[in-house]
């Protein structure tokens, strides 16, 4: 195969693109950063999950949210991403609890090897992260892995930019969403229980259009 007929995700490093973002900048000055990370904790905390519920976190980078669920009380925390400098972050700014835990996992959502392991998820909660899979290989891996863990009647989060949002992100070209492609690519065994458009302020001031959207797998 020559290069021009090989895929952008078999040519491109994205672990070391990942790894040199949250290198390079302060994570408040990161493009997707958060102060809290309230849209996201607000539709976990609506799932109603007993504390113990597990919650894993796609491509959760070093999101506060970690933080902010277990000050929360939850205690059974999976957080992935492909970066591992984005995990030692995360792990430099939580503070576990005793009897709360929190597994982290550094595996790629769209050529996964650890994740296929992954099952019983009560709840899967992605921010900005499927997005940036634009090629149809790596959308069908994600939501296969998504459909492999997630255990009937949990609840799946995806949170990402929205039709009219913006085209790229760190340097990335991105996919954009609305509700119905998620639903789409979900299938009718996960039911649609909220949706809204959220506009995000990043650190630079500039605004991100995004689309958030909850679903329930169905018993
Ligand atoms: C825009 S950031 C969002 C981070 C976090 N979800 C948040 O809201 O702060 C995208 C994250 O996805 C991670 N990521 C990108 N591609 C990934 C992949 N194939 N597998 C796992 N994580 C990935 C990046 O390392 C980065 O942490």
Redesign the pocket.
């Given at each position: 195969m020559d290069n021009k007929a090989k895929s952008q995700s078999e040519k491109y490093d994205?672990?070391n693109?990942?790894?040199n973002?949250?290198q390079k900048n302060p994570l408040t000055n990161?493009?997707?950063?958060?102060e809290k990370?309230e849209q996201?904790f607000n539709l976990i905390e609506a799932c109603n999950l007993p504390k113990d519920a597990l919650l894993f976190?796609?491509?959760?980078?070093?999101?506060?949210?970690i933080s902010d669920l277990l000050s929360a009380g939850y205690t059974n925390i999976m957080v992935?991403?492909?970066?591992s400098v984005?995990l030692s972050e995360l792990k430099k700014n939580i503070h576990i609890r005793k009897h709360a835990s929190v597994n982290f996992l550094l595996?790629?959502?769209?050529?996964?090897t650890q994740l296929l392991k992954l099952k019983n998820v009560d709840l899967w909660?992605?921010?900005?992260?499927l997005h940036?899979?634009t090629e149809k290989q790596?959308q069908i891996q994600?939501f296969n892995l998504v459909k492999s863990a997630v255990k009937k009647g949990g609840y799946v989060i995806l949170?990402e930019f929205n039709l009219e949002g913006a085209k790229k992100?760190?340097g990335l070209d991105v996919f954009n969403y609305d509700s119905a492609m998620l639903q789409e690519r979900l299938g009718n065994e996960f039911e649609l229980l909220k949706s809204f458009n959220y506009t995000y302020t990043q650190p630079s001031g500039n605004p991100r259009e995004f689309v958030y959207t909850l679903f329930q797998r169905k018993e």
């Open positions: 994205y672990q693109h990942w790894n973002a949250y990161l493009g997707w950063y958060e990370s996201s976190n796609a491509g959760a980078g070093a999101t506060t949210l992935n991403d492909i970066s984005a595996d790629d959502l769209t050529n996964p909660n992605d921010r900005a992260v940036f899979f790596q994600y949170s992100c760190s």
